[in-house]
């Protein structure tokens, strides 16, 4: 199961490849993070099955992972969208918050938030 943390950096590595590797350095800038952080965020991705990384080599997501990501991708746009226009915060806010609730809320409710169609029944 990941953390909130390490579902932030699955799900930056998923943004940034959009099917291609990725470089550690393009994750460190990306969360604002130091190069040791994603290093050792890899391991622990890495060990869950969710991505392959060669030493000194680029990031690819495993199949797994792509599911997962890409899960989390739509939800996390959902509770975006729901900040946005419901809330009316600003994007930077709607994306943090965004985030932050992926590790927070059941898996019914994301499911929910991702496709309206779904909160009907």
Excluded at 13 to 36: M, W
Excluded at 69 to 83: I, K, N, T, V, Y
Excluded at 97 to 106: H, I, N, T, V, Y
Aim: proline letters at 2%; aromatic letters at 4%; charged letters at 25%.
């Amino acid at each position: 199961m990941l953390t909130v943390s390490s579902a932030k950096y699955l799900l930056a590595i998923y943004r940034l490849s959009e099917g291609l590797a990725v470089r550690s350095v393009d994750v460190a800038e990306a969360l604002g993070v130091s190069k040791p952080s994603v290093v050792k965020m890899l391991h622990t991705l890495a060990a869950g099955g969710y991505i392959h990384k060669e030493s000194y080599g680029n990031i690819q997501l495993t199949p797994l992972g792509k599911e997962v990501a890409g899960r989390m991708d739509s939800q996390c746009g959902a509770l975006e969208r729901f900040f946005l226009d419901e809330l009316h915060v600003s994007g930077e806010t709607a994306k943090k918050d965004a985030m932050a609730c992926l590790g927070m809320l059941s898996e019914e409710s994301l499911s929910k938030l991702a496709d309206p169609q779904q909160a009907k029944k």
